[in-house]
């Protein structure tokens, strides 16, 4: 693995930014590689590794920069809860780890640098300096994966007997007997509704 500087340096430009949130998301993907003992996760891990995302913010990012997952290799998998958190799943073991922000962090950032009045620019000092143990909490979970759910499934494809678009990876609805798509069938798992 690259060190704390190189990946950080490579989710600035990969983001178009420093902040905290990056700093969180790199040590985040560094730990949870490093529990896994996946250490080549761009090279001969490539697919060892799928990881979920709980938050669609600057962390995020920062975790795909390190791990090389990316939604359209179907390596990394976004669930909106809103926490600065991801799990790594090794995918050849089984073994899979949730890294989670301590939300104590910020203060702990207040009382290493209270010298500094920008609070990103404090938490961005302190975040590369604070103990993994007193950034994050860690804690090994099961993520069970589908077959459909892992990177170069193929899988059929079926037609919407509504609206005639194509739907991979069984997203499908099936109702009286018909292939809807989520937004034809009304289901809660579509974000937008049909006008």
Known sequence: ??????????????????????ILGVRMAMLGLEKLGIDDPRGKDRKRLVTFVEIDRCATDAVAVVTGCRLGKRALKFRDWGKVAATF???STGKAIRVAAKESSKTLARQIHPEIENKNQQQMAAYR?????????????KVELPPEEFPGYKGDRVVCEVCGEGINFRREVRRDGRVLCR?????????????
């Open 1 to 22: 693995m690259k060190s704390l500087d190189e990946y950080l340096h490579d989710a600035e430009q990969a983001h178009g930014h420093l902040c905290a949130g990056q």
């Open 89 to 91: 799943v090794d995918v």
């Open 129 to 141: 300096e604070i103990a993994d143990d007193d950034l994050f909490s860690t804690q090994w979970v």
């Open 183 to 195: 937004a034809c069938a009304g289901t809660a798992g579509c974000y937008y509704q049909l006008a």
